[in-house]
């Protein structure tokens, strides 16, 4: 992993206002490193930014030509996030030619607006945290599918989130909309707030991937795993524990 994110999640990432949780966070550099040193290349996007909690340490995970793409009302709290938002990416060392901001509603973006914000190419990490609802969850999901790599990865927040039901049922549509895709991973949440993630990927990078997971946070994989009907995904928690009953 680059140094810079390694010492951005050692120090910074906690002291930056958000919700992902640092355990999520570690896992999701792992992959980006994973993939440039596998050749995987491209630029990342986030859709609901906040203040950069995770978009600076998916920054600085890049390569000097790859760009971090930045999406956001920027409207709530209050209009002064974008302010907090591009003070932190500066704080934390994010090169300023790395970082392109999109200041808008992420349903109005079609993918060539999308590729040509970052200067061509497609998406190798996609993180999706927009607006809650089943509408725009789907919009964000097709955006992405959309502008993603070969061998991208999209990740989906706030995910079996008891304040947030109907979210899983959006992403399941989707995966029965388009068979190509399937979920790759659980990371568990820490808390009620730093809340589960999917990880999405097409179906022939899913081995692959899943095998370098389990390698790399061996003793974070729950034994067993999450049953999807039809395949079974691999689940990463903080506690890996099963029920004892005696």
């Known amino acids: ?16 206002r958000g919700m992902s949780s640092l355990f999520a966070a570690r896992i999701i550099v792992g992959l980006l490193a994973h993939q ?3 050749g995987v290349v491209g630029q990342v996007a986030e ?6 909690r995770l978009l600076i340490a998916m920054a600085l995970s890049l390569a000097d030509d790859e760009q971090a793409l930045a999406i956001d009302h920027f409207a709530w709290p209050d209009p002064g996030v974008r302010g907090r938002f591009e003070a932190n990416c500066s704080a934390y060392g994010v090169p300023t030619g790395r970082l392109v901001v999109h200041q808008g509603n992420s349903r ?33 999901l097709r955006l992405a599918a959309a502008v993603a790599a070969p061998d991208g990865i999209v990740a989906l927040d706030d995910m079996l989130h008891p304040g947030y039901p109907i979210l899983a049922l959006t992403v399941h549509a ?17 808390d009620i707030v730093g809340a589960a993630k999917y990880l999405l990927c097409r179906r022939p990078a899913i081995e692959h991937y899943a095998a370098w997971l389990r390698a790399a946070f061996k003793s974070y994989v729950w034994p067993l795993a999450a049953d999807f009907g039809t395949y079974q995904a691999l689940v990463l928690t903080p506690e890996p524990k099963l029920a004892d009953i005696g």
């Open 1 to 16: 992993m680059p140094t810079s994110a390694i010492n951005y999640l050692d120090h910074g990432y906690l002291a930056v």
């Open 36 to 38: 440039t040193a596998s």
């Open 47 to 52: 859709i609901g930014v906040f203040e950069g």
């Open 108 to 140: 109005l973006m079609t993918p060539q607006q999308l590729i040509a914000a970052v200067g061509g190419g497609t998406i190798r990490f996609f993180h999706v945290d927009g607006e809650h609802t089943a509408e725009h969850l789907t919009c964000d």
């Open 174 to 190: 989707f995966l029965d909309a388009n068979p190509d895709w399937r979920v790759l991973a659980i990371i568990d949440r820490e």
